[in-house]
């Protein structure tokens, strides 16, 4: 028995030996096998065995679960040590036929609508805890380093607006409004009509009482609405504002996207896309589909242009803001650890390592360039009065 667990351990280590570029230890059971030449990065103490046959049917799947049980714990800094891990997310294996209803859900908007509220229908309380007081979950902008997250969060929402080249009087729609800080920002700002729409029960109930709060109720609204449905708005916006949604599209519907934009601009009309962006089109994160955003999609660059130009928008600048998500993950991962009793009182110990892991493991694929993070800005055909050169 001792020499079957002994043989299935070095077949465990044998499949560690592929990632080497950073060198690193495994210790199970009072022994240590070094990984790559060097000294250690980080130290991997494990608990349990992992199977190579869990490894080999999907790596992310495999770990992440052993992290989420307690099977699995990094010795030092958790984000150093996945920092160090997974640049060489090349090497992760994901190929068992098992995966493909887990990577290839329905696009239906029943069940998107239902992938989309298991995310960010965990709860408002929740996410108060570690995002910042502006409630934007996505990439903030830091113009220097003592930029704070909240400064870099209004950053951000500033950034967006000035590219949109808003004036007072104009109309605003935003897709995927979250919980309303840009399109509270545009109305008090530049005095547009602005509406935002969401498939999240939390964001919209959060947003109205913003808006409410904010004695905003003649110039904003807010819409429980898919964006399939924007017809349904009966009005043609001067500009549209997509923030970290199209990623919950899928492949399948990025055309039915843009269109949906297209029908909802009025010509000549400027759209600003900001989104988590791949090089190449790929299916996704094993783990990544399963625990945190069922059915998410990152889309590469070169597709959503493509859409883009099949519509007649013209791109008129495409910016990559991939570090600036790096460190927006960092500080909500600092922020979550600052909360952590908090949250243990709301969830289970496996929802906190999860989470944690969730938004080190985020950190360290941007700063690998595992992913990036693009501002897309368009016209719907030709407009020519815009500055000539990058005004914002």
Same mark, same amino acid.
């Given at each position: 028995?001792?020499?079957?667990?002994?043989?299935?351990?070095?077949?465990?280590?044998?499949?560690?030996?592929?990632?080497?570029?950073?060198?690193?230890?495994?210790?199970?059971?009072?022994?240590?096998?070094?990984?790559?030449?060097?000294?250690?990065?980080?130290?991997?103490?494990?608990?349990?065995?992992?199977?190579?046959?869990?490894?080999?049917?999907?790596?992310?799947?495999?770990?992440?679960?052993?992290?989420?049980?307690?099977?699995?714990?990094?010795?030092?800094?958790?984000?150093?040590?996945?920092?160090?891990?997974?640049?060489?997310?090349?090497?992760?294996?994901?190929?068992?036929?098992?995966?493909?209803?887990?990577?290839?859900?329905?696009?239906?908007? =029943?069940?998107?609508? %239902? !992938?989309?509220? &298991?995310?960010? @229908? #965990? $709860?408002?309380?929740?996410?108060? /805890?570690? +995002?910042?007081?502006?409630?934007?979950?996505?990439?903030?902008?830091?113009?220097?380093?003592?930029?704070?997250?909240?400064?870099?969060?209004?950053?951000?929402?500033?950034?967006?607006?000035? =590219?949109?080249?808003? %004036? !007072?009087?104009? &109309?605003?729609? @935003? #897709? $995927?409004?979250?919980?309303?800080? /840009?399109? +509270?920002?545009?109305?008090?700002?530049?005095?547009?009509?602005?509406?935002?729409?969401?498939?999240?029960?939390?964001?919209?109930?959060?947003?109205?009482?913003?808006?409410?709060?904010?004695?905003?109720?003649?110039?904003?609204?807010?819409?429980?609405?898919?964006?399939?449905?924007?017809?349904?708005?009966?009005?043609?916006?001067?500009?549209?504002?997509?923030?970290?949604?199209?990623?919950?599209?899928?492949?399948?519907?990025?055309?039915?996207?843009?269109?949906?934009?297209?029908?909802?601009?009025?010509?000549?009309?400027?759209?600003?896309?900001?989104?988590?962006?791949?090089?190449?089109?790929?299916?996704?994160?094993?783990?990544?589909?399963?625990?945190?955003?069922?059915?998410?999609?990152?889309?590469?660059?070169?597709?959503?242009?493509?859409?883009?130009?099949?519509?007649?928008?013209?791109?008129?600048?495409?910016?990559?803001?991939?570090?600036?998500?790096?460190?927006?993950?960092?500080?909500?991962?600092?922020?979550?650890?600052?909360?952590?009793?908090?949250?243990?009182?709301?969830?289970?110990?496996?929802?906190?390592?999860?989470?944690?892991?969730?938004?080190?493991?985020?950190?360290?694929?941007?700063?690998?360039?595992?992913?990036?993070?693009?501002?897309?800005?368009?016209?719907?055909?030709?407009?020519?009065?815009?500055?000539?050169?990058?005004?914002?």
């Amino acid at each position: 028995m001792e020499i079957a667990m002994l043989i299935k351990e070095r077949a465990m280590v044998h499949f560690f030996d592929r990632f080497s570029d950073h060198p690193f230890v495994i210790r199970m059971d009072g022994h240590e096998d070094k990984i790559g030449e060097g000294t250690p990065a980080f130290v991997v103490n494990l608990k349990r065995q992992i199977p190579v046959k869990e490894l080999a049917s999907s790596t992310s799947l495999a770990l992440g679960e052993a992290y989420m049980r307690g099977d699995l714990e990094i010795e030092g800094d958790l984000y150093q040590a996945l920092d160090h891990f997974l640049g060489q997310m090349s090497r992760f294996e994901a190929g068992a036929p098992a995966l493909k209803k887990l990577l290839f859900t329905s696009s239906s908007k =029943k069940n998107q609508q %239902k !992938e989309v509220c &298991s995310h960010y @229908d #965990i $709860g408002n309380d929740f996410y108060r /805890l570690w +995002l910042d007081e502006t409630m934007n979950y996505s990439c903030a902008y830091f113009k220097s380093p003592e930029d704070s997250l909240y400064q870099a969060q209004v950053n951000k929402t500033d950034y967006i607006l000035e =590219k949109l080249a808003l %004036k !007072e009087g104009m &109309s605003l729609l @935003d #897709i $995927g409004c979250g919980w309303g800080f /840009l399109i +509270l920002r545009a109305a008090k700002r530049y005095g547009v009509k602005a509406t935002g729409i969401t498939l999240s029960r939390e964001q919209y109930e959060g947003c109205k009482e913003r808006i409410r709060r904010e004695g905003l109720e003649d110039l904003i609204r807010v819409e429980l609405l898919d964006y399939r449905d924007v017809e349904h708005l009966e009005t043609a916006f001067d500009r549209v504002v997509s923030v970290g949604m199209v990623e919950h599209v899928g492949r399948d519907n990025y055309e039915q996207f843009i269109r949906c934009v297209d029908r909802a601009l009025k010509p000549g009309g400027v759209f600003l896309l900001h989104f988590i962006s791949s090089l190449q089109e790929h299916a996704g994160d094993p783990w990544i589909k399963k625990y945190i955003f069922p059915g998410g999609v990152v889309p590469s660059l070169r597709e959503m242009v493509y859409y883009l130009g099949e519509q007649n928008f013209h791109v008129l600048d495409v910016e990559n803001l991939r570090n600036h998500y790096n460190r927006t993950l960092l500080c909500w991962a600092d922020n979550f650890r600052a909360h952590k009793e908090e949250v243990r009182t709301m969830f289970d110990e496996e929802f906190v390592r999860m989470w944690e892991l969730y938004l080190c493991s985020c950190a360290a694929t941007f700063h690998n360039g595992v992913i990036d993070l693009h501002q897309v800005l368009a016209t719907k055909g030709v407009n020519n009065d815009l500055p000539l050169v990058r005004w914002y």
